[in-house]
């Protein structure tokens, strides 16, 4: 069983800056992506940025230029920095990571952080 932990969420000031981290552990080969999503009340869950292993980054419109997504494979974890919020990117925000190899041959799972809240306020 894979486990993804989140941590790094919180209430910052409008144009203030939070640094997520997301941890998975158990037995793991390998992981092919890791990302972020996020969900804001009455709203669906949306993808904020997602960083496959040897491959390009890719991000949301909204966050373009704000938030950086970055990955440590040795340590199975992916950070998300983000600079200049604003009270829009206040969601709960989730950690996933999909291609999950527990063995060289399989299978593949995905998983799900449970969930970090942050708040920017208006």
């Known amino acids: 069983q894979v486990q993804l932990v989140e941590s790094g969420g919180g209430l910052v000031q409008a144009g203030g800056s939070l640094r997520l981290s997301c941890a998975a552990s158990?037995?793991?080969?390998?992981?092919?992506?890791m990302g972020w999503y996020r969900q804001a009340p009455g709203k669906p869950r949306e993808l904020v940025a997602i960083?496959?292993?040897?491959?390009?980054?890719n991000y949301a419109d909204s966050v373009k230029g704000r938030f950086t997504i970055s990955r440590d494979n040795d340590k199975n974890t992916v950070y998300l920095q983000m600079n200049s919020l604003k009270p829009e990117d206040t969601a709960v925000y989730y950690c996933?990571?999909?291609?999950?190899?527990?063995?060289?041959?399989?299978?593949?799972?995905?998983?799900w952080g449970q969930g970090t809240q942050v708040t920017i306020p208006s």
């Open positions: 960083i496959p292993s040897g491959g390009s980054t």
């Open positions: 158990g037995t793991i080969f390998s992981i092919y992506a």
């Open positions: 996933n990571a999909h291609g999950v190899l527990s063995t060289s041959t399989g299978p593949s799972g995905a998983y």
